[in-house]
């Protein structure tokens, strides 16, 4: 994907194909088929997040990268606590893993993005 100012667009079209094609799984009530696409999806997001993360490491100034290095930390720890948090709400029912691993996908989604955006805004 180009740096010209479309890499969001781009990722947002190419991830749209992905879910997509998990949100029959997603929308089947089956929780094994809705975890299993929370996981895939998440995966494909994840992949994102890495490129996006690499590419910023490569073009932003010494100082910002240790910046964007520590916020990224934060952010990896404080996923775990929100998608934790989420699967609390099911009462250790069945419904906990599709909580977490929805919640997963969609914070791993978000931050992909907000990455993505933050690459753009390069010059």
Do not use: C, H
Not at 16 to 32: A, F, N, P, Y
Not at 55 to 65: A, D, Q, S, T, V
Not at 72 to 92: F, I, M, S, T
């Amino acid at each position: 994907m180009a740096s010209n100012g479309n890499y969001t667009k781009e990722l947002k079209a190419k991830m749209k194909k992905v879910e997509e094609r998990l949100q029959s799984k997603l929308d089947s009530g089956v929780t094994s088929e809705m975890v299993n696409a929370n996981d895939e999806l998440y995966k494909a997001w994840d992949v994102e997040l890495n490129k996006v993360y690499k590419l910023l490491m490569e073009r932003l100034p010494n100082g910002e990268k240790e910046k964007l290095k520590n916020t990224q930390r934060a952010w990896v720890k404080n996923k775990e606590v929100k998608a934790n948090e989420a699967a609390k709400e099911a009462e250790g029912g069945t419904l906990a893993n599709v909580l977490y691993s929805g919640t997963i996908a969609d914070l791993i989604k978000n931050r992909t993005i907000e990455l993505a955006k933050m690459y753009d805004d390069l010059k």
